[in-house]
């Protein structure tokens, strides 16, 4: 299925962040089996979502300007208004649930990760 491949290469793309391990984006579209294109165009939702990320020359790796991570998973309603922040489910998730979302976040970024995945 669609969706699901797209949240494991984003849950893949957001592992590499953290340990500072992408390379550069052809490294990493070689790691994904997408495009170059197509990295840019994640790492430009994640960003749009939200997500600090900036990419160093000297050590060609993408990487998070501060702790955190990209949650991709659900958040209940009553755990998001918790305010929990332990684990995978939290408010990031709440935020970022877009299983749902993909098909208007892709048409309002104007970007064809359809016809590139």
């Given at each position: 299925m669609y969706y699901e491949e797209t949240i494991r290469r984003?849950?893949?793309?957001?592992?590499?962040?953290r340990k500072k391990g992408t390379g550069n984006a052809a490294k990493l579209a070689e790691r994904l089996?997408?495009?170059r294109a197509s990295v840019y165009e994640y790492i430009d939702f994640m960003r749009h979502k939200g997500?600090?990320?900036k990419y160093s020359q000297s050590r060609q790796t993408f990487y998070y300007d501060e702790d955190g991570y990209?949650?991709?998973?659900?958040?209940?309603?009553?755990e998001a208004n918790k305010g929990s922040l332990e684990g995978p489910?939290?408010?990031i998730s709440y935020l970022t649930t877009f299983a749902f979302m993909i098909p208007a976040l892709v048409e309002d970024l104007g970007l064809n990760l359809l016809?590139?995945?």
């Open positions: 984003i849950e893949r793309i957001d592992y590499l962040i089996g997408v495009s997500a600090p990320i990209f949650a991709t998973c659900f958040v209940s309603k009553g489910r939290n408010i016809y590139e995945l």
